[in-house]
């Protein structure tokens, strides 16, 4: 019979690379407590989350390597979960062995992110920020179509949201045509790199922004990258960035049904959207194929909103529906869905957004429909037990 000893099941197992990481699982210590018995090797594979979800498939890897061996038998495998602090010594390890940003600079310290558009080298170095980044409700902001006001309305929540208290975090996932920063007067703003991942830019209320336009040059360049790249940049941040404990981080969508939006509804948690839109039939027809797609998609629909649905006039005081008649009535009862807001124009608003000052305006028709969102997300992380 021939023996098997613990460094031929590691030599087996170096060629397995973790997905995520991109690195050996033997490199990375995730196996541990080999233990072998005449033809039977028993492990634990210990992976950064029990959540992974290519789990079964990188233990199945495991298996299938150690099973090729001369003389094995039976393999059993044990996966178990690293510790926080184990985590962040990966992390940390990675952060040291990471390429330098693009432009030169070193990746040590707090060093500005400024990528080339060039998406073969905008590539962002996987780590496990996501991990020690604990966020306890991710609303998206959607539509379908663009043009409505989905970033007027996340950055109205969340500075809503923050005057309540809550920490709130902002990713402006509309890759190629980010106005976020705009509204805050970030627009120069850089986010930073640490060993941990990558640090958000901060409000100066104290939310925390995420966006393409802080990894460029020049806040007007064009993001011209095709779809599947724009979903890539989009993962890569999820996983990159250091956000700090959240209460609440909002998605700010970008216009449409395809890559992006496919992205962040299979692969992040998103636990309700907003359908954000305009009174025009147009509008509404986009929004529909929107609800269609989240219904197909099975992520809860917390509401409507409908944007710029009509204008007082300050000398009179009377209410024009500049748009015409509003269809987020009929739009929300035949989804099912509760018809949360219907904001109005309001200029000083506009104004505000111009100048980079949403945080100091205070657009009461927001304040009911911030209550809205808040009762519905805790009754819901009550419900599941948290």
């Keep these: 019979m021939t023996m098997i000893t613990v460094e031929d099941v590691l030599r087996a197992l ?14 990375l210590n995730m196996i ?3 233990e072998i018995e005449g033809d039977s090797v028993q492990l634990k594979l210990a992976l950064t989350t029990l959540a992974c979800p290519l789990s079964d498939t990188l233990a199945a890897q495991v298996h299938a390597a150690i099973s090729a061996l001369p003389g094995v038998e039976h393999v059993g495998i ?3 979960e690293m510790t926080p602090e184990e985590v962040r010594q990966i992390v940390m390890g990675l952060r040291r062995g990471s390429p330098s940003p693009p432009d030169g600079r070193s990746g040590g310290g707090q060093a500005p992110l400024v990528f080339s558009l060039d998406p073969s080298q905008a590539t962002l170095p996987t780590s496990l920020a996501r991990q020690i980044s604990p966020v306890k409700h991710l609303i998206g902001v959607t539509s379908g179509k663009g043009g409505v006001g989905k970033s007027l309305v996340t950055a109205l929540l969340a500075v809503a949201l923050r005057r309540e208290g809550y920490r709130v975090g902002i990713f402006d996932a509309d890759i190629t045509g980010a106005s976020i920063p705009q509204l805050f007067g970030l627009n120069h703003s850089r986010m930073k790199r640490s060993p941990e991942g990558i640090i958000p830019v901060q409000s100066e209320s104290g939310i925390r922004i995420v966006s393409a336009n802080f990894m ?3 806040p007007d360049d064009p993001v011209a990258w095709r779809g599947s790249r724009i979903a890539q940049l989009i993962i890569d941040l999820w996983h990159d960035v250091v956000w700090g404990p ?3 981080l909002l998605f700010d969508f970008p216009p449409g049904t395809s890559d992006a939006q496919l992205t962040v509804m ?6 309700g959207l907003l359908m954000v839109t305009t009174p025009q039939e147009l509008a509404t027809l986009i929004v529909r194929k929107a609800i269609k797609m989240s219904r197909a998609m099975e992520v809860p629909l917390l509401g409507v909103v409908e944007n710029m649905s009509y204008f007082v006039c300050p000398d009179t005081g009377t209410q024009h529906e500049i748009f ?8 929300s009862a035949q989804a099912g869905i509760a018809l949360l807001a219907r904001l109005p124009i ?3 608003l506009a104004r505000a957004c111009d100048a980079g000052r949403i945080e100091e305006v205070d657009f009461p028709p927001l304040h009911d429909l911030t209550r809205q969102v808040v009762a519905a997300l805790e009754t819901d992380h009550r419900a599941d037990g948290a």
Excluded: C, F
């Design 216 to 218: 460029l040059k020049n």
């Design 266 to 271: 299979m692969d992040l948690p998103v636990q």
């Design 14 to 27: 170096a060629p397995v690379i973790d997905p995520e990481l991109r690195r050996s699982v033997v490199d």
């Design 324 to 331: 015409g008649e509003s269809h987020a009535a009929s739009v």
């Design 32 to 34: 541990r407590d080999v």
């Design 346 to 348: 309001e200029p000083a």
């Design 78 to 80: 044990d996966v178990t």
């Design 246 to 248: 959240l209460d609440y």
